[in-house]
């Protein structure tokens, strides 16, 4: 007998008294031996630099559509957007070619732009009626097929605007220690002022983020280029902030849409118009604004149809609001979803979440057709566009290290072949010694 076949044998017969204590933990002799006491949450951050290499072992693989983004947050990657509002005459050709063939083609209403009315909502000219299919103004309450206000019945529709900010961290502290999902509804500015929270939102509560203009303003207010301008660059820099995926949803700031803005949005970018449920919009509001006490009245509400609620990560105060209601909600038996998960949906156009994988598309631009969120190979198209101005470079915006399922190993056959023949007489801890001693073997005995 060889002695490599001999060492096989002996560690094989180690095997059996090891297989009957590797699955079995220690028992304590008092449950009360140990501290309960979380003190504080883990860190969101590395402790060893970027290049240690630690990081290698143990990162999490990235979904992404392939391209490779500046980093998030880096002066490179804040350099491709506007820093304030969106000129519409520096918008990238492409946006603007698109916009120009959906109007020519009879697909964005041609309505007067409203101005602003003495009660602070948009007022329209003599003979549009805010409430006629003509107009259809979501300020005015007036539902356009196709746009999300409710959540099936029973379902809590979580989803908070004007983030990121410094205020958004209790928050997102919160939403962690709950394990709660929810979709943000972000502000471009706010994302290029705060990538450290938006990546926090993203990666480490692998949250769904969605569209809330560029600088929130009264969307109906806007001439088709600002409107364009104002979805574009924030779905822009979603998109290479997020490995490439492209945002599904958005929700006007304030509640104001039309016809026309909503077209835009549809048409164009392949968004689809989200709001709040009207049956508690007021109650709601009133409490995250003022400390009311009101979301007691809708937690405790009627569950038909469901809730899509608004929370402001604004104020500190919008934040602790939704801290203290946030009990009443799970006790009286809401099922709590992300907004833009409702009734199973993808959260992004070419990916159904924050870590699936993403399906390569060429920008941000509508073509007509829903991407598949299926595993694609293909590389993607260069984000870059050409502004309509300068012809400088617009598009190529950041990176981040997108979070994912890891990859699963790959096993030749005779690992396979050694864990198969042993597992199931073996606890599942000992199967990996078992593929080791098998391996050893085959290569005692050739």
């Known amino acids: 007998m060889s002695p490599s076949f001999s060492s096989f044998l002996l560690l094989l017969a180690t095997l059996a008294p090891l297989s009957s204590s590797a699955s079995v933990l220690p028992t304590r002799t008092s449950h009360d031996d140990h501290d309960h006491t979380v003190n504080k949450r883990l860190p969101a951050a590395w402790y060893q630099p970027d290049d240690h290499p630690v990081r290698a072992l143990f990162s999490r693989q990235e979904q992404t559509d392939g391209v490779t983004y500046p980093t998030v947050g880096s002066p490179t990657w804040s350099a491709a957007y506007p820093s304030n509002s969106a000129d519409p005459s520096k918008l990238p050709q492409p946006w603007v070619d698109a916009l120009n063939a959906a109007v020519s083609a009879g697909k964005i209403p041609n309505i007067p732009i409203p101005t602003m009315g003495s009660d602070g909502n948009p007022a329209y000219p003599s003979g549009y009626d805010p409430n006629s299919p003509t107009v259809c103004s979501a300020t005015y309450q007036c539902r356009i097929p196709g746009d999300i206000w409710d959540a099936p019945d029973g379902v809590f529709g979580a989803s908070f605007d004007d983030g990121p900010l410094d205020t958004s961290v209790p928050l997102y502290n919160f939403l962690q220690q709950h394990n709660m999902p929810a979709t943000h509804f972000m502000i471009g500015t706010n994302i290029l002022q705060y990538p450290t929270e938006f990546l926090f939102a993203f990666e480490t509560l692998q949250n769904d983020i969605c569209v809330h203009t560029w600088t929130h303003p009264y969307m109906t207010t806007l001439s088709n280029l600002q409107v364009l301008g104002e979805l ?118 070419n990916s159904a979440n924050s870590t699936d994988p993403v399906t390569p598309v060429n920008g941000v631009l509508y073509n007509g057709t829903v991407p598949s969120t299926s595993t694609n190979s293909s590389s993607a198209a260069n984000a870059t566009s050409t502004t309509a101005t300068s012809g400088s470079s617009s598009g190529n915006g950041s990176s981040t290290s997108t979070s994912g399922t890891p990859a699963k190993p790959t096993v030749d056959n005779n690992q396979k072949s050694g864990a198969h023949a042993l597992i199931d007489a073996l606890p599942w801890r000992t199967a990996g010694l078992v593929t080791g001693l098998s391996m050893l073997a085959t290569a005692a005995l050739s």
């Open 232 to 349: 574009g660059w924030t779905m822009q820099i979603i998109h290479n902030s997020t490995g490439g995926r492209i945002p599904k949803y958005w929700r006007p700031p304030y509640g104001d849409s039309d016809v026309r803005t909503r077209a835009i949005a549809h048409e164009v970018f392949g968004l689809t118009t989200v709001h709040r449920g009207l049956e508690h919009r007021r109650v709601w509001r009133h409490h995250d604004r003022q400390s009311s006490g009101k979301h007691e009245d809708v937690a405790n509400g009627s569950q038909v149809p469901g809730l899509i609620i608004l929370e402001h990560e604004l104020t500190n105060a919008t934040v602790q609001n939704f801290i203290e209601a946030f009990p009443m909600i799970g006790q009286n038996g809401w099922e709590i979803v992300s907004v833009a998960q409702l009734n199973g949906s993808a959260a992004y156009q």
